[in-house]
């Protein structure tokens, strides 16, 4: 019996790394799920991601955060990559985060790509819906420091697992 | 290739309650853990949500802290706390809530068995159709400690027992 649930590649940073890229993805499965446990080098940072490699402004996204003080929502559009994580927390570098992504039909060809996300950190706790305007089937996933000039610590994990639906 | 996704140990609840729901003797051969609770406790008033206490490996000094971010229904906020006895795992409906309802949680551990502090992503809901008392919250919750997770105990914050029906399921995430 084929396996629902599938690790598709694992990644520990062996050294500071400015990105970590997921290529190649198989469109054989129904969703996709990725758990990243990493730290960054500078503080109040936060991650996005770019889908098969596209640097438009083809990205949307709206958040919910909780800070433990107050909560708050907000949004950006047409945005050259989605955000991910850390919008409304703020966390000292080297702090441990935590996110995992959502995305459903990842291989459809006929939709526009929306995923969700879910971050935690000392610093609070985020909620995210993001927008992918493309109905090309994702392959390939960029994690990244918003603009390159920080990076992702040593021994930070990536994981992408594959969900099939039969 | 091993099984990605596996299930460790399910609980539910018979008729007499519970107290508390424990896994015990987790092996730490999985990458990550995924539990998932479906729960109502004996708390009654009109507070028809309790909270549910989660402890790891029988700790109960002050090693836990979390920021929550809710939702009432009417009402938005963010709390959190440090040195705290205590992370919340999630929601239980309590006796005045609408019959045969329970407040639904998933909570995500990665690396549980890594020599890091224990990070948790929890998600928790409890919707009952009643008048108050209903909550939707995220919560990022650390338990400071470098130990591999072996035991996990969930109690109700504010009532003594568990209720027939609640269930917990624990399953193990390998990541290779």
Known sequence: MASTYEPIATYTAPSAQSSYTFSSIPST???LVLVAD????????????????????????????????????GRGSSETQARITADATAQA???????TLHFQNYSNTSTYKTFLTRYNSTGGTEAFVDLWRSTSAINSIQIKYFDG????????TFTLYGIKAA | MATTFTKIADVTVGSGGAASI???????????LVLKI??????????YTDDIRMRFNGDSGSNYSNKVLYGGGGSTGSFGGSG???????????TDATASTFGNSEIYIPNYAGSAYKSASVDGVAESN???????????????????????????????????????????????
């Open chain 1, 29 to 31: 499965f129904t969703d």
């Open chain 1, 38 to 73: 990493y730290s960054l080098n500078v503080s109040n940072a936060s991650l996005w991601c770019r889908l098969n490699g596209d640097t438009g402004s083809n990205y949307s996204f709206t958040r919910l955060s909780g800070n433990g003080s107050s909560a708050s929502s």
């Open chain 1, 93 to 99: 570098s080297s702090t441990r985060q935590i996110v």
């Open chain 1, 149 to 156: 000039t920080a990076a992702i610590e040593t021994g930070s």
């Open chain 2, 22 to 32: 424990d896994f015990t003797s987790i092996p730490s051969t999985y990458t990550d």
């Open chain 2, 38 to 47: 479906s729960a109502r406790d004996n708390r009654s008033g009109s507070n």
């Open chain 2, 84 to 94: 705290m006895d205590l992370m919340y795992g999630g929601y239980a409906v309590g």
């Open chain 2, 130 to 176: 009643s008048s108050g008392g209903v909550y939707l919250a995220l919560e990022a919750g650390l338990w400071s400690n470098t130990a591999a997770i072996t035991t996990i105990a969930l109690t109700p914050v504010n009532g003594s027992t568990f209720l027939e029906y609640s269930t917990a399921t624990l399953y193990g995430v390998n990541n290779a």
